[in-house]
């Protein structure tokens, strides 16, 4: 997530899914072969949203992961990996020096 710049939660609906796109191709390019994640938008009735992950492990659903919402986005972990700006490096090599 943090390879992405900040997801601004005020964004209309077609913002925010493209948003969620772009972090799915990541997580799964991320995860072991038999993982795989899909992200997907839900509003819910007090005008805000919540990011429902699906998980399937061997083809099989994985219900322990919760929705992401509005409490998340505002967190302090969130924020904190954000302000690193780790997007910016998104698409540059990376090399480990001794």
Do not use: A, R, W
């Not at 972090?23 to 009735?45: G, R």
């Not at 994985?62 to 986005?73: H, Q």
């Amino acid at each position: 997530m943090c390879l992405l710049p900040p997801l601004d939660t005020s964004k209309s609906k077609i913002v925010i899914s493209d948003y969620l796109s772009k972090l799915t191709d990541l997580v799964n390019i991320n995860t072991p072969i038999n993982c795989s994640y899909d992200l997907s938008y839900q509003p819910l009735e007090d005008n805000s949203f919540q990011i429902v992950v699906n998980k399937k492990v061997n083809g099989i659903p994985d219900i322990s992961v919760l929705p992401l919402n509005k409490k998340f986005f505002s967190s302090k972990i969130y924020n904190h990996l954000m302000s690193l700006n780790l997007h910016k490096y998104s698409n540059e090599t990376l090399t480990i020096k001794k």
